[in-house]
């Protein structure tokens, strides 16, 4: 029974949906659960805790989405959410937040959460609206494009939908937002294909009540006003302009650039993707998320999303193509079908070294095809990289961590990058302490890249911000500007609860250790929080009075104990108390 | 991490923001280790551990300033709003704790309210700042909490006098005592026009280093650059003046790469008034009175209220113009470059000093003394026909 006096900010109100028993209700959160886990990343995390165990194909594993307080008030960057379940490519605990119109819907629907379980027998498709849920049959939408999808389904809401990738099972599939915004990497798109859920529609459009709105306007005051001090997101060379492929050029210079699976760190012709490059061959304009004032996505004058830095560099150095076209039909293709382009440029190219020769340009549209419909080669490439490599007989080829391929920050150029990509619960991913902040860009401070000096405390401390943002839930850009001061005040002027800075760091750290025990408990450990080989025996490309040697493996070690410590892990990176979790809200 | 502390200990005592005696750092990777007064220190130590970040200032300003704003505040208020950029910006406001809030567990006092916020003022004790992330992020806190109070007490005694006792006796020591004269003199530096990459990027390190170290601007605030061929060579954002080996941004004028994101913030500005002036060389910074007396105005019935990106005059300092406007993507960089073309030199309402130079840094640093100087005069005489008046 949902309670008739609500704290604001939050709907208090979860939508359960069986597709095996095509049944759906809602059902109160309580509210203190809110409270504890705030919402995103951190309830859909809660909310797996008796089902963390299953398999990820498991009929019923829950796929939820889940969305946060701030999440249909003003709030810069807040219209988002993040897909929770268990990840097929790594077997971890996953989420990926994702913008676009469709959180502020599913919010508008007075939801802030949706956990679909059971798997239907026919493809169907799940539309929401303030008044209830409907379970629609779609079977005339199974094999079509994501563009496809949406066109179709778009007249009922704001669509999420997987393409072909996401009903074949490839283990990076993507789930696509409507507006071209992802929720990335880790296979999430695979689980939603299982349940048979080609699409997700939302046409919510209630408010989100503020409970102060005079402090919640000066605390957006604060954060716009952050916002355009901040070099990174609204000076002339930022992502604002130029979006995320400001960062090649910073990249080449820092010499961290992945190139060829990481046998080296320099790509000479990566300016021909650079930022300005992309604005002058594509007529790039300025996208992004809804309501979001930062816009730092691009696209060309047609509408059509143009490639992000992970992809560039991974499309670009990382397979050795210099071609910017190419680079944006490979974006393409994927936003179509469905499909990670981090994880399918990285697993490409680990399979480019295996056999010897990397994928051409002419050849790479073809393979990414092949790929998302599991046919010729495609059937051992959409098993990612590790997998790729491990039944080539080359394993150490797979620049993974925990099965998820690394993005394109290599960690010869960043230590505090080389140690978050092992310390992060979803395995090799640049977004869980987001180092790269500090230190290449130097927010809020800099530290120094090619030191482990303090970077345990720091990737831990960081590790539980970012938690706390993946669960408000906002995006991390804003962090290159704003702080959680800044936001701990949106969120006590949009519930009434008082939070500080301080307060959403514990709340954080209780999301990323329940995180690592689901890990631990199946089975992962500190074995699993190592770099790929390659990163100890060789050094990357130095040259320009940089020095890029191989990461020091005593110093990792040590630091990785260090972690293990502020985390009050054993040292090998498990639990001494069983019953952790029942100490837990 | 002892390092560390021992570094920005030692900024704090050179740059004479702190009582040498009274300064203590913490900070804390897999355990706690906290140097300096033994009781400070135990303080710092036992914040930081109730605390998720990395860094812990805790000094005595060496100047009373903070506690007499703490004192002449309304007993029912909790905190100062100084009225400078910085403050607006990063800090907002300063909140504060009052002797006798403290209570029995002082440190779980100052925790409670130190999670909340980057820095507080602790009447009777000092400044206590965090940093999230290093020991550098707390030092830079402490150091801005300094320089807002400074500000703020300056403003404040301007218009409302003395109103406690020892008040005036503490002004004069800090007037005698504290203040050095502000001097270009003996400083070396290199002809323009700066041409060898190499050569300009040691002179605005060394250049950084003299406006440090004559006082002319505290060390995390400011940046300066030089402009030669297509290529503006600019501090990058959160550098510090007096440490800027390395941290210099080649950033090519026509926008051709992206690699100097990491420039100041104020690159904007920079190549706006480069573009106006003709000049070579950019030097800004925030020394305090400069910052103090653009926020004088001596306008009546003014319908602008937020004057700090609203007002759309030029007022005068002097022949120093003086502009409204937000800083990096906000309205400095449009409304300093057209006022600098003239005099060589501008200030921002409540953000500090912009001077250039012609072919060498120099004539810019020796402006930029100028601008500080008569500020500090202006100050020093108005401040005297208010108390004269009563």
Request: proline content about 6%; aromatic content about 8%.
């Amino acid at each position: 029974m949902v309670s008739s006096v609500k704290t604001l900010g939050w709907t208090e109100t979860v939508l359960r949906v069986d597709l095996s028993a095509r049944k759906s209700w809602r059902d109160a959160i309580p509210r203190d659960l809110l409270h504890a886990y705030l919402g995103g990343r951190g309830l859909g995390v809660r909310f797996m805790r008796d089902h963390f165990r299953l398999n990820p194909f498991d009929a019923e594993i829950p796929l939820i989405f889940s969305v946060g307080p701030l999440c249909g008030t003003p709030a810069p960057t807040a219209a988002r959410l993040t897909v929770v379940t268990r990840s097929p490519l790594t077997g971890t605990i996953y989420d990926c937040s994702a913008g676009g119109r469709f959180a502020w819907r599913l919010k508008g629907a007075g939801l802030d959460a949706v956990v679909v379980t059971g798997r239907s027998a026919v493809p169907v498709a799940l539309v929401i609206s303030p008044d209830g849920a409907e379970i629609v049959e779609v079977p005339q939408l199974w094999g079509r494009t994501v563009p496809d999808t949406v066109s179709a389904l778009s007249g009922r809401g704001s669509v999420a939908a997987i393409g072909p990738a996401g009903e074949k099972g490839v283990l990076f599939a993507n789930i696509m937002m409507g507006e071209g915004n992802s929720v990335g990497r880790g296979g999430l798109g695979a689980v939603m294909g299982a349940k048979n859920l080609k699409a997700v529609v939302a046409s919510g459009d209630r408010q989100t009540g503020i409970a102060d709105p005079q402090r919640f306007d000066v605390a957006r005051q604060d954060v716009m006003r952050l916002f355009r001090a901040s070099p990174i997101i609204f000076g002339e060379l930022g992502i604002s302009e130029y979006g995320t492929p400001a960062l090649v050029d910073l990249m080449r210079q820092r010499r961290m650039v992945p190139t060829e699976n990481f046998r080296r760190t320099v790509f000479e012709a990566s300016g021909n993707y650079s930022g300005p490059a992309i604005r002058r061959d594509y007529n790039a304009r300025k996208d992004g998320c809804y309501g979001c004032p930062i816009q730092c996505k691009k696209s060309t004058p047609e509408g059509e999303p143009l490639p992000e830095y992970e992809t560039v560099s991974h499309f670009g150095a990382l397979n050795g193509i210099a071609s910017l076209a190419s680079i944006v039909r490979s974006n393409t293709l994927c936003n179509e079908l469905g499909l990670d382009t981090i994880s399918a440029a990285a697993t490409l190219s680990a399979w480019g070294e295996a056999r010897g020769r990397f994928p051409t340009a002419d050849e790479v549209p073809g393979l990414l095809r092949d790929t998302a419909m599991r046919v010729g080669e495609g059937e051992l490439l959409a098993l990612g990289s590790c997998r790729v490599a491990e039944r080539l007989g080359r394993p150490e080829l797979s620049m993974s961590v925990k099965g998820l391929e690394l993005p394109a920050y290599d960690p010869r150029g960043a230590y505090g990058m080389a140690l978050a990509y092992c310390t992060s619960n979803r395995g090799g991913c640049h977004l869980r302490a987001y180092p790269i902040s500090h230190e290449i860009l130097r927010k809020p401070v800099p530290t120094d890249r090619f030191s482990f000096s303090g970077k345990a405390r720091i990737i831990a401390i960081a590790e539980d911000t970012n938690a706390a943002v993946d669960s408000l839930v906002a995006c991390k850009f804003s962090f290159f500007g704003a702080t959680l001061e800044e936001y701990a005040e949106l969120l006590a002027a949009t519930t009434g609860v008082d939070y500080s800075p301080q307060s959403l760091k514990e709340i954080g750290r209780r999301i990323c250790l329940t995180e690592r025990f689901y890990n631990c408990t199946n089975g992962f450990g500190m074995k699993d929080d190592l770099l790929p080989e390659r990163f100890f025996a060789e050094p990357g490309s130095s040259g320009e009075g940089i020095e890029i040697p191989p990461v020091d493996r005593t110093r990792f070690a040590e630091e990785l104990q260090k972690y293990y410590r502020i985390r009050g892990l054993t040292t090998e990176g498990t639990f001494d108390d069983p019953d952790f979790l029942l100490n837990q809200p | 991490m002892l390092g560390q502390i021992a570094r920005f200990t030692n900024k704090l005592i050179a740059d004479h923001s702190a009582h040498p005696r009274e300064i203590a750092f913490a900070a804390q990777d897999d355990i706690i280790v906290a140097d300096g007064n033994p009781e400070l220190a135990r303080l710092a130590g036992e914040l930081l551990s109730r605390l998720s970040c990395l860094g812990m200032a805790v000094a005595r300003p060496a100047l009373p300033f903070a506690d007499f704003l703490v004192a002449r505040t309304p007993r029912d208020e909790s905190h100062i709003v100084p009225r400078d950029t910085e403050t607006r910006t990063f800090l907002h406001d300063i909140p504060f704790l009052r002797r006798g809030a403290l209570g029995d567990d002082p440190a779980a006092k100052i925790a409670r309210l130190l999670g909340n916020r980057k820095g507080i003022i602790v009447e009777g004790t000092g400044i206590v700042a965090s940093g999230a992330l290093t020991v550098e992020q707390a030092y830079i806190n402490w150091s801005s909490i300094f320089h807002s109070a400074f500000v703020k007490y300056l403003q404040d005694v301007l218009h409302g006098g003395f109103l406690l006792p020892g008040e005036a006796e503490a002004f004069d020591a800090f007037r005698r005592g504290w203040l050095r004269p502000l001097t270009a003199e003996g400083l070396v530096f290199r002809e323009g026009p700066l041409t060898d990459p190499g050569e300009i990027l040691d002179e605005i390190a060394a250049v950084g280093r003299y406006t440090v170290e004559r006082g002319l601007v505290d060390s995390f605030f400011g940046n300066i650059s030089c402009k030669s061929g297509g290529v503006i060579y600019i501090s990058q954002t959160a550098a510090s003046l007096d440490a800027l080996d390395g941290c210099i941004d080649p950033v090519p004028t026509d926008n051709s790469s992206t690699f100097g994101i990491t420039a100041s913030s104020e690159l904007l500005a920079h190549r706006r008034i480069y573009e106006q002036s003709g000049a070579s060389t950019i030097l800004h910074g925030h020394p305090k009175f400069a910052v103090v007396m653009s926020m004088e105005c001596a306008e009546r019935n003014c319908t602008v209220t937020d004057c700090w990106k609203d007002c759309d005059r030029v007022r005068f300092l002097g022949d120093t113009p003086v502009v409204a406007g937000e800083i990096g993507a906000g309205g400095l960089a449009k409304r300093v470059p057209p006022v600098i073309a003239g005099p060589r030199k501008a200030v921002v309402y409540g953000h500090g000093v912009f001077t250039v130079g012609e072919r060498g840094f120099g004539d810019a640093f020796r402006s930029m003394v100028e601008v500080e100087n008569w500020c500090r005069d202006a100050y020093f005489r108005a401040l005297e026909g208010k108390l004269a008046k009563g």
